[in-house]
């Protein structure tokens, strides 16, 4: 959103719709995996990882730069750096009982 309205300058309302609509993107990939019946576990890694990948060179080729361009004081680094720090924690949380990479543990 941030993106779009300050370095695009689209709309408010515009971008909203435009980040719906990629939204709306996931939810079709979520239902067609979910409707396919004999789908595989290395199907389903290797779809994570390639979509995992794609944020990723997002996240480091354009966002990043631009992140660090605002970042004028040490003040905004550490506002910076505890607002990743508040997305990490739920994703470890939510990990720390996650048994499928432990030994036995690969069903769900």
């Known amino acids: 959103y941030f993106m779009f309205t300050r370095f695009c300058h689209i709309p408010p309302c515009k971008a909203l719709c435009i980040n719906f609509v990629n939204g709306l993107s996931v939810m079709l990939g979520a239902c067609l995996i979910v409707g396919i019946d004999d789908i595989t576990n290395v199907a389903i890694g290797s779809i994570l990882g390639v979509s995992g990948g794609v944020y990723i ?52």
């Open 57 to 108: 060179y997002i996240a480091v080729a354009e966002c990043f730069p631009r992140a660090k361009q605002a970042q004028k004081t040490l003040k905004d680094k550490l506002i910076s750096f505890l607002a990743f720090v508040i997305g990490v924690i739920p994703i470890g949380l939510v990990l720390m009982n996650h048994g499928h990479c432990e030994a036995g543990g690969d069903a769900h």
